[in-house]
């Protein structure tokens, strides 16, 4: 016999030992029309951290194994062992939509097959605010910031003067199912509140933190409006100006006025704050009964979000 012939023998009789040792499928050939397949889940992106695996008894099968990993054919989260159940329930996979991997094992007369499959993970459901609403203005300096119930290990409030900052407060690690949290030493000067909302996704020992950002208005901010209008007008003469009803201390003003709709400028564009509007190029219609609608918007900001409030005026010629 030649050395390479020695030598070939010798890695079969080692092969062939290791068959016989090892507790793992690792040597295998890919699935046939015998070996199991899965029935459950059939869908390309998994519906939760929590997954039921079933499969098919397939023909001829004495035992199972399921691997699922990050990679194809690795078992890094999750390696059921042999079994001859029909399903297996795996927890804590990854919410974070990346590729979850599976191999599903059957051993056919002492040899194992096995068939893969390919999941993109659930994506991660975070917690968000439901009091107060984004954008709203506080009408104290002691908030109780509320948010919903999700599939988590804890959650984290940063309340603060700039966005992700705890300047205001800081919650810490809050554990289920706490979802509220009171900060009581808010601004009371107008300016903008930014609050960050965390979620741990990931495990206590693998913590995985995502968040929703959200801004708020701090009491004592004075919102401008603007006065009623008589609704009526002199046939074919201008329409009356409109008055400002209060002053406020937003920290920049823009209003516009026109005739198309909500938003519309092809009467006014006024960037800062006036004491009235004059719609020149409006013009009362000349028969009466007739109408002129003007649409106006105010867009004023405090600290650095902006807001408008929409105004919609109708003249009746006399």
Same mark, same amino acid.
């Given at each position: 016999?030649?050395?390479?012939?020695?030598?070939?023998?010798?890695?079969?009789?080692?092969?062939?030992?290791?068959?016989?040792?090892?507790?793992?499928?690792?040597?295998?050939?890919?699935?046939?029309?015998?070996?199991?397949?899965?029935?459950?889940?059939?869908?390309?992106?998994?519906?939760?951290?929590?997954?039921?695996?079933?499969?098919?008894?397939?023909?001829?099968?004495? /035992? +199972? $194994? #399921? %691997? &699922? @990993?990050?990679?194809? !054919?690795?078992?890094?989260?999750? *390696? =059921?062992?042999?079994?001859?159940?029909?399903?297996?329930?795996?927890?804590?996979?990854?919410?974070?939509?990346?590729?979850?991997?599976?191999?599903?094992?059957?051993?056919?007369?002492?040899?194992?097959?096995?068939?893969?499959?390919?999941?993109?993970?659930?994506?991660?459901?975070?917690?968000?605010?439901?009091?107060?609403?984004?954008?709203?203005?506080?009408?104290?300096?002691?908030?109780?910031?509320?948010?919903?119930?999700?599939?988590?290990? /804890? +959650? $984290? #409030? %940063? &309340? @603060?003067?700039?966005? !992700?900052?705890?300047?205001?407060? *800081? =919650?810490?690690?809050?554990?289920?199912?706490?979802?509220?949290?009171?900060?009581?030493?808010?601004?009371?000067?107008?300016?903008?509140?930014?609050?960050?909302?965390?979620?741990?996704?990931?495990?206590?020992?693998?913590?995985?933190?995502?968040?929703?950002?959200?801004?708020?208005?701090?009491?004592?901010?004075?919102?401008?409006?603007?006065?009623?209008?008589?609704?009526?007008?002199?046939?074919?003469?201008?329409?009356?100006?409109?008055?400002? /009803?209060?002053?406020?201390?937003?920290?920049?003003?823009?209003?516009?006025?026109?005739?198309?709709?909500?938003?519309?400028?092809?009467?006014?564009?006024?960037?800062?704050?006036?004491?009235?509007?004059?719609?020149?190029?409006?013009?009362?219609?000349?028969?009466?009964?007739?109408?002129?609608?003007?649409?106006?918007?105010?867009?004023?900001?405090?600290?650095?979000?902006?807001?408008?409030?929409?105004?919609?005026?109708?003249?009746?010629?006399?």
């Amino acid at each position: 016999m030649s050395i390479r012939n020695v030598k070939r023998a010798a890695v079969g009789a080692v092969a062939a030992l290791i068959m016989a040792c090892v507790v793992l499928p690792g040597i295998a050939s890919a699935g046939s029309a015998n070996s199991a397949h899965l029935t459950s889940p059939l869908g390309q992106t998994l519906g939760s951290p929590n997954q039921t695996f079933t499969w098919s008894a397939g023909t001829g099968v004495s /035992a +199972y $194994w #399921l %691997y &699922v @990993g990050t990679n194809v !054919g690795a078992s890094n989260i999750y *390696n =059921s062992g042999s079994t001859t159940a029909l399903t297996k329930t795996v927890t804590n996979l990854p919410a974070n939509g990346s590729r979850i991997s599976v191999r599903l094992w059957s051993l056919i007369n002492g040899a194992w097959q096995y068939n893969d499959y390919s999941f993109a993970a659930a994506q991660p459901v975070i917690a968000q605010l439901t009091s107060p609403t984004q954008h709203a203005f506080l009408d104290s300096t002691d908030v109780d910031f509320q948010w919903n119930a999700v599939t988590s290990q /804890a +959650y $984290w #409030l %940063y &309340v @603060g003067s700039t966005p !992700g900052g705890a300047q205001y407060c *800081n =919650s810490y690690a809050l554990s289920q199912p706490i979802t509220d949290y009171d900060c009581p030493a808010l601004p009371g000067d107008g300016s903008t509140v930014y609050v960050r909302l965390w979620t741990n996704v990931g495990s206590v020992s693998q913590p995985m933190w995502l968040y929703h950002d959200y801004a708020f208005t701090a009491k004592g901010a004075i919102i401008p409006v603007l006065a009623d209008s008589t609704p009526g007008c002199t046939a074919s003469t201008p329409v009356p100006n409109i008055d400002f /009803a209060q002053s406020g201390n937003p920290t920049g003003v823009v209003v516009t006025a026109g005739t198309t709709g909500p938003g519309s400028n092809d009467l006014v564009v006024l960037n800062n704050y006036p004491l009235y509007i004059a719609l020149e190029g409006a013009q009362c219609p000349s028969t009466s009964g007739d109408t002129i609608t003007v649409y106006v918007r105010l867009n004023y900001q405090f600290g650095a979000i902006w807001y408008h409030d929409d105004y919609v005026y109708t003249w009746t010629a006399a």
